[in-house]
């Protein structure tokens, strides 16, 4: 089993950054890919960011492209996102997820994760 805890959401005024965390424990998380996924209450949770077992392959929505930053430490079972330039459209809980590989363009899909956090919730104000 894997458990995936979110931290580092907040309110924060546009124009402004926020730094997510994941913490993962049990089973290993250092040989899959991880991901960011955001929803927002009526709509369909979507694709913000995934980063292969290694890091050294990123993957990123258009919409995030150039103001989301996702990184991880092996060693920590860490997983960040540093966001910047943050928008009110970007308003959402955001999930952190193992996925069931470890790296690929699958991972902009839902179904490629197997393991979920519980979510944070980011606010930003216009």
């Known amino acids: 089993q894997v458990q995936l805890v979110e931290s580092g959401g907040g309110l924060v005024q546009a124009g402004g950054s926020l730094r997510l965390s994941c913490a993962a424990s049990g089973r290993t998380v250092s040989t899959y890919a991880m991901g960011w996924f955001r929803q927002t209450p009526g709509k369909e949770r979507e694709f913000v960011a995934a980063i292969s077992w290694s890091g050294g392959s990123t993957y990123y929505a258009d919409s995030v492209k150039g103001r989301f930053t996702i990184s991880r430490d092996n060693a920590k079972k860490t997983v960040y996102l540093q966001m910047n330039s943050l928008k009110p459209e970007d308003t959402a809980v955001y999930y952190c997820?193992?996925?069931?590989?470890?790296?690929?363009?699958?991972?902009?899909?839902?179904?490629?994760?197997?393991?979920w956090g519980q979510g944070t919730q980011v606010t930003v104000s216009s």
């Open positions: 997820a193992r996925s069931r590989y470890s790296t690929g363009t699958l991972l902009q899909r839902g179904d490629a994760y197997g393991y």
